[in-house]
């Protein structure tokens, strides 16, 4: 044999590195083939997947990793290959003498093996059997057993099938919501129990937490599709009524719905834990009627308050004069008059959180103290609150509004931003690569000094807007608060009609804040980096003076050494040569 050329690379194959699982996928394809299954084109691209493989795999299991291989064609081979290894080891064990001009495969050998002795059960191939979860199968290797019996071998432990349990909905699932939606109108009008699918979901929807009408992010399934699973528990029945379908409880049902209610009737909702601290039930009467008795004297205590402030541009609220309201943008809603919007939904569920729907120039949320008898009068709270899901996130990098729109946010005067930032599903389909959504957020925690609160639904959305709505309410409930139609100074707030009409986007800008919306575009410039620069340089005339009287080096790090931030950090220099060739080279001549 001649020896190979030195550095010669040498490459080896085996001819068939998986014939076990092959074989019986061949024979599995022919039978598909014959009895015109629909399962061929399954079978067929499964066998070209492996054929194509160059290494040994152990299991159905790791068939996975092939196109072509669903969970229950890798179950099948799993299933096969444990009959197979089965009665090896009997024939082992036995030691009985067999014919030996059968073939057969060993699954570790990447070659035929014309002497291993043929195994005692035949397992049929099928495509019906591996359509119907593999019921021939089952029945070989209960024979397989039934040798071993009679061969005096050790009986393999036999699986107990799992008993199905009596099905019970979750709490505030959708199956939940229906049955109790139903019970409810069925007690309140007991001659008429069946009720349209619009009707019916109008009832149930403030029983569930998810929403009836908008499907989750990457799937095509609401609340309502637990329907089907309540038919076919027999817990539901539906009737026609003209072109209209109706729903009514079984007596099954009127059981199960009744047996939820007494189950979870101490339960308390998010509504209960946020706002009351306990369930519903556990309220005591005598604290409902201390407050109707002391509402009277507040409300004397107000009307005084009112008088004594009325003249002044001051805007005053004594303790226990205002209510914290969460004002939530029109734009946030597809419409008020859309009963369905999710928006709404989900804030229906909160009927002790004292919210209102108008248009806000800035941000997507934010909270005012308004008087409680004078309600004209409204204090914004130093707290506005932005909301983006991820694929909003992505649009609004890569049009331009993620920079313009912090830009509005710092110059709002309001001196908490919260960015509340929601999953879109597995965030598969975002417009931007998920690490660079990742990082625009951490660079808006740290060099925008934003906080940043992420969610995972719209659902936990609303209740941290709840949460905070508490949080703020036992915050401000025992202070004197002041504000004016004005910028707020120190403590002092700002009125929310002054807030409206100062962060309108079609006011006319001042040349420097032109000046840092354009230094915004720059790579690496951040809204405090541009407060800091035009500090120094009210606009890019001075500015470019400055840089006239400046050698190009002394130019590029002329910005560099400039503070920015509670942490006063420096510009920096990259910021610094960017902003010196963008402006360099204007002549003001």
Same mark, same amino acid.
């Given at each position: 044999?001649?020896?190979?050329?030195?550095?010669?690379?040498?490459?080896?194959?085996?001819?068939?590195?998986?014939?076990?699982?092959?074989?019986?996928?061949?024979?599995?394809?022919?039978?598909?083939?014959?009895?015109?299954?629909?399962?061929?084109?399954?079978?067929?691209?499964?066998?070209?997947?492996?054929?194509?493989?160059?290494? &040994?795999?152990?299991?159905?299991?790791?068939? /996975? =990793? $092939?196109? *072509?291989?669903?969970?229950? #064609?890798?179950?099948?081979? !799993?299933?096969?290959?444990?009959?197979?290894?089965?009665?090896?080891?009997?024939?082992?064990?036995?030691?009985?003498?067999?014919?030996?001009?059968?073939?057969?495969?060993?699954?570790?050998?990447?070659?035929?093996?014309?002497?291993?002795?043929?195994?005692?059960?035949?397992?049929?191939?099928?495509?019906?059997?591996?359509?119907?979860?593999?019921?021939?199968?089952?029945?070989?290797?209960?024979?397989?057993?039934?040798?071993?019996?009679?061969?005096?071998?050790?009986?393999?432990?036999?699986?107990?099938?799992?008993?199905?349990?009596?099905?019970? &909905?979750?709490?505030?699932?959708?199956?939940? /919501? =229906? $049955?109790? *939606?139903?019970?409810?109108? #069925?007690?309140?009008?007991? !001659?008429?129990?069946?009720?349209?699918?619009?009707?019916?979901?109008?009832?149930?929807?403030?029983?569930?937490?998810?929403?009836?009408?908008?499907?989750?992010?990457?799937?095509?399934?609401?609340?309502?599709?637990?329907?089907?699973?309540?038919?076919?528990?027999?817990?539901?029945?539906?009737?026609?009524?003209?072109?209209?379908?109706?729903?009514?409880?079984?007596?099954?049902?009127?059981?199960?719905?009744?047996?939820?209610?007494?189950?979870?009737?101490?339960?308390?909702?998010?509504?209960?834990?946020?706002?009351?601290?306990?369930?519903?039930?556990?309220?005591?009467?005598?604290?409902?009627?201390? =407050?109707?008795?002391?509402?009277?004297?507040?409300?004397?205590?107000?009307?005084?308050?009112?008088?004594?402030?009325?003249?002044?541009?001051?805007?005053?609220?004594?303790?226990?004069?205002?209510?914290?309201?969460?004002?939530?943008?029109?734009?946030?809603?597809?419409?008020?008059?859309?009963?369905?919007?999710?928006?709404?939904?989900?804030?229906?569920?909160?009927?002790?959180?004292?919210?209102?729907?108008?248009?806000?120039?800035?941000?997507?949320?934010?909270?005012?103290?308004?008087?409680?008898?004078?309600?004209?009068?409204?204090?914004?709270?130093?707290?506005?609150?932005?909301?983006?899901?991820?694929?909003?996130?992505?649009?609004?990098?890569?049009?331009?509004?993620?920079?313009?729109?912090?830009?509005?946010?710092?110059?709002?005067?309001?001196?908490?931003?919260?960015?509340?930032?929601?999953?879109?599903?597995?965030?598969?389909?975002?417009?931007?690569?998920?690490?660079?959504?990742?990082?625009?957020?951490?660079?808006?925690?740290?060099?925008?000094?934003?906080?940043?609160?992420?969610?995972?639904?719209?659902?936990?959305?609303?209740?941290?807007?709840?949460?905070?709505?508490?949080?703020?309410?036992?915050?401000?409930?025992?202070?004197?608060?002041?504000?004016?139609?004005?910028?707020?100074?120190?403590?002092?707030?700002?009125?929310?009609?002054?807030?409206?009409?100062?962060?309108?986007?079609?006011?006319?800008?001042?040349?420097?804040?032109?000046?840092?919306?354009?230094?915004?575009?720059?790579?690496?410039?951040?809204?405090?980096?541009?407060?800091?620069?035009?500090?120094?340089?009210?606009?890019?005339?001075?500015?470019?003076?400055?840089?006239?009287?400046?050698?190009?080096?002394?130019?590029?790090?002329?910005?560099?050494?400039?503070?920015?931030?509670?942490?006063?950090?420096?510009?920096?220099?990259?910021?610094?040569?960017?902003?010196?060739?963008?402006?360099?080279?204007?002549?003001?001549?």
């Amino acid at each position: 044999m001649n020896a190979l050329p030195q550095g010669s690379r040498i490459t080896f194959k085996q001819a068939k590195p998986n014939p076990l699982f092959q074989g019986w996928l061949e024979e599995l394809h022919k039978e598909a083939v014959e009895n015109e299954s629909n399962f061929e084109p399954v079978v067929k691209e499964a066998l070209t997947a492996l054929s194509k493989y160059p290494l &040994p795999l152990q299991s159905g299991t790791e068939c /996975a =990793i $092939l196109k *072509g291989f669903d969970k229950k #064609l890798c179950a099948y081979l !799993d299933k096969r290959l444990g009959v197979h290894n089965y009665n090896k080891n009997l024939l082992t064990n036995n030691s009985s003498p067999r014919s030996s001009d059968t073939e057969t495969y060993d699954l570790d050998s990447p070659v035929r093996i014309d002497s291993e002795p043929r195994s005692p059960v035949n397992v049929p191939c099928s495509s019906n059997s591996y359509s119907s979860g593999n019921t021939n199968l089952r029945s070989e290797q209960e024979n397989v057993a039934q040798s071993s019996d009679a061969s005096g071998s050790s009986k393999p432990k036999a699986t107990k099938k799992k008993q199905r349990g009596v099905y019970k &909905p979750a709490f505030r699932s959708g199956s939940y /919501a =229906i $049955l109790i *939606g139903l019970l409810e109108h #069925l007690k309140e009008k007991p !001659d008429s129990p069946a009720l349209k699918k619009e009707d019916l979901i109008d009832i149930a929807q403030k029983h569930s937490e998810e929403s009836f009408t908008r499907p989750k992010p990457e799937s095509f399934y609401t609340a309502w599709s637990n329907m089907t699973r309540l038919a076919t528990k027999g817990l539901v029945n539906k009737r026609k009524n003209g072109r209209k379908i109706e729903y009514f409880l079984t007596d099954e049902g009127i059981s199960k719905a009744q047996e939820l209610l007494k189950e979870y009737a101490n339960t308390p909702t998010a509504n209960d834990i946020i706002f009351n601290g306990a369930s519903p039930q556990r309220r005591s009467p005598a604290v409902e009627l201390d =407050i109707e008795i002391d509402r009277p004297i507040i409300r004397e205590a107000v009307k005084s308050s009112v008088l004594e402030i009325q003249n002044l541009d001051a805007v005053e609220m004594p303790p226990g004069s205002f209510d914290i309201i969460l004002l939530i943008d029109k734009c946030e809603t597809s419409g008020l008059s859309n009963k369905h919007d999710p928006t709404v939904t989900q804030f229906k569920k909160y009927p002790d959180l004292k919210h209102e729907y108008r248009s806000l120039k800035v941000g997507d949320f934010t909270w005012v103290a308004q008087h409680k008898v004078n309600q004209d009068q409204e204090l914004v709270l130093p707290y506005v609150v932005e909301r983006k899901r991820m694929d909003d996130l992505g649009s609004s990098i890569k049009d331009g509004r993620f920079h313009e729109q912090k830009f509005r946010l710092r110059k709002s005067g309001l001196k908490n931003v919260i960015y509340l930032v929601e999953n879109y599903g597995s965030n598969k389909h975002v417009g931007l690569p998920i690490q660079s959504l990742l990082q625009a957020l951490q660079n808006t925690r740290v060099q925008d000094n934003f906080k940043v609160h992420e969610t995972d639904s719209l659902k936990n959305s609303a209740r941290f807007l709840a949460m905070m709505t508490k949080r703020l309410t036992i915050e401000y409930k025992d202070k004197y608060l002041k504000g004016y139609n004005r910028e707020p100074q120190g403590d002092e707030l700002m009125t929310f009609s002054y807030l409206n009409q100062a962060s309108k986007k079609s006011k006319p800008l001042t040349v420097t804040e032109t000046f840092i919306k354009l230094l915004l575009q720059l790579k690496g410039a951040s809204v405090e980096k541009a407060l800091a620069i035009t500090e120094v340089y009210k606009t890019p005339h001075t500015l470019i003076e400055a840089y006239e009287n400046c050698s190009q080096k002394e130019g590029e790090f002329l910005l560099a050494n400039l503070k920015y931030g509670d942490l006063n950090r420096n510009v920096g220099p990259t910021v610094s040569k960017s902003v010196y060739h963008l402006f360099s080279n204007i002549d003001l001549a």
